[in-house]
């Protein structure tokens, strides 16, 4: 081999290396920044809360979110977080109201620590008078800065509403998502029984804005609070096939 060969096959061979180390440095920036960061292990305090505006909360859910359906939650150490808010006291960012689905527990879809949210979840993610209360307090009392109305897909509660389900406790339950149900028109066919999947998440979503409202109306204390800018109250749904929040 002659020597202009040597520098052809020397010039290649640093090229190569070159080209692979520049990919393996764009592999790693394309990482969760949280990857080699270690876990969290100090839950929400008084301070950073006060720091933390309605829609500065809201941003937080959807980055949270964000982060679950990627893959890229956050490393938290969820023992040490037990630690620190027991012994200096809870300060949660955000209030939500969920249904009882297994798939739509808040901290997970919202990708969030002990201490981070006030959680109140009842099928269908209806409110009541206990529920209206739980949310005073949460806002008023202890300072969280938005009430979320998480709905979701495919939720049985809903079906049970638009078959007119009769059981037991849950008869009183479906009544009160009646009026979403009437509410909703047919966009997606005649059919407004369960098996129409579409008017079943169409009512879903009407029920939450409904209970949105219905928030207002009911809460003295969170309609003003609404009304100064101290919270926001909105609604949500969370798609329960894809892991995806939409806000509105």
Not at 84 to 94: K, L, M, N, V, Y
Not at 133 to 154: D, F, N, P, Q, R
Not at 196 to 214: G, I, L, Q, R, S
Request: with cysteine.
């Amino acid at each position: 081999m002659n020597t202009n060969t040597n520098k052809k096959t020397v010039t290649s061979l640093s090229f190569f290396v070159t080209l692979t180390a520049a990919l393996l440095i764009s592999a790693c920036a394309t990482q969760s920044p949280t990857a080699s960061q270690p876990p969290i292990n100090v839950a929400m305090t008084q301070a950073m809360q006060a720091k933390i505006s309605p829609d500065a909360a809201i941003t937080m859910l959807k980055e949270g979110n964000q982060r679950f359906i990627s893959g890229s939650m956050l490393k938290r150490d969820l023992p040490a977080q037990v630690k620190t808010s027991g012994r200096d006291g809870q300060f949660p960012f955000a209030s939500i109201v969920s249904c009882i689905d297994s798939r739509s527990d808040p901290a997970l879809v919202f990708d969030q620590g002990i201490g981070d949210l006030f959680t109140a979840r009842v099928a269908g993610n209806i409110v009541n008078e206990d529920i209206l209360g739980s949310l005073e307090y949460a806002a008023k009392v202890a300072g969280s800065k938005v009430i979320i109305i998480l709905g979701h897909s495919h939720c049985g509660a809903v079906k049970g509403a638009c078959d007119n389900a009769n059981l037991g406790n849950l008869t009183q339950l479906v009544a009160k998502i009646m009026p979403a149900v009437k509410a909703t028109p047919d966009n997606h066919g005649s059919d407004r029984s369960s098996k129409n999947h579409h008017f079943v998440d169409a009512v879903a979503e009407m029920n939450v804005k409904m209970t949105v409202k219905a928030v207002t109306e009911k809460s003295v204390v969170l309609k003003e609070m609404a009304d100064k800018g101290q919270i926001k109250i909105v609604g949500a749904m969370l798609d329960v096939e894809t892991g995806k929040i939409d806000f509105y």
